[in-house]
């Protein structure tokens, strides 16, 4: 089994999820402006521990990793970010991250993408990494657009939430952007 990869900037130190972290996971994926545009969502604690095992199948089985993003000064937590449904075959995953609403607005995101892209295409041999991200947030696509990501399309109402029809807009970055 191999190390986890604890990637860090000079704020943030970007680490394996603990036990402990479930009661902030639960916090942010309960929040209703985090989830407004997340896919994933719970109503109780004992509900956030799936969350927790599906971050821990997803480096088990190889499918994926998320990292805790942290304070590099004093440890607190304040967001997510990782990749799913990693595709060896196609050399691709997919890219997401939420942050707590006490984080939104600081450069957080923006700040732990580069060394979570650069692990991705060189640690992990990615060429491809996608996004789909809900077409109403617009805060997501502006940051990924920033860090090189390319707007494709738009998958126009592909999914339901809340019981109406959602878009997902899809931006990529390739390896040899």
């Known amino acids: 089994m191999s190390l986890f990869p604890l990637l860090s900037t000079p704020r943030l130190q970007l680490r394996q999820f603990r036990p402990e972290d479930v009661q902030l996971v639960f916090q942010g994926l309960s929040h209703p402006?985090?989830?407004?545009y997340y896919g994933?969502?719970?109503?109780?604690?004992?509900?956030?521990q799936a969350q927790m095992q599906w971050f821990r199948e997803l480096e088990e089985g190889g499918?994926?990793?998320?990292?805790?993003?942290?304070?590099?000064?004093?440890?607190a937590f304040w967001g997510a970010i990782g990749y799913n449904n990693l595709s060896r075959e196609h050399r691709k995953a997919e890219l997401g991250f939420w942050l707590l609403p006490d984080y939104w607005r600081r450069g957080v995101v923006s700040e732990a993408l580069p060394p979570v892209l650069t692990h991705g295409f060189n640690q992990m041999g990615l060429h491809r990494?996608?996004?789909?991200?809900?077409?109403?947030?617009?805060?997501?696509?502006?940051?990924?657009?920033k860090a090189g990501f390319r707007h494709e399309g738009c998958l126009r109402d592909c999914?339901?939430?809340?019981?109406?029809?959602?878009s997902l807009d899809v931006l990529a970055r390739l390896a040899t952007d």
Do not use: M
């Open 33 to 36: 402006e985090v989830i407004r």
């Open 40 to 48: 994933v969502s719970y109503k109780t604690l004992e509900d956030t």
């Open 63 to 75: 499918t994926g990793v998320w990292w805790a993003i942290c304070s590099a000064k004093d440890g």
């Open 129 to 145: 990494i996608e996004a789909l991200v809900e077409s109403e947030n617009r805060a997501s696509k502006q940051c990924l657009l």
């Open 159 to 166: 999914e339901i939430k809340g019981g109406r029809f959602i």
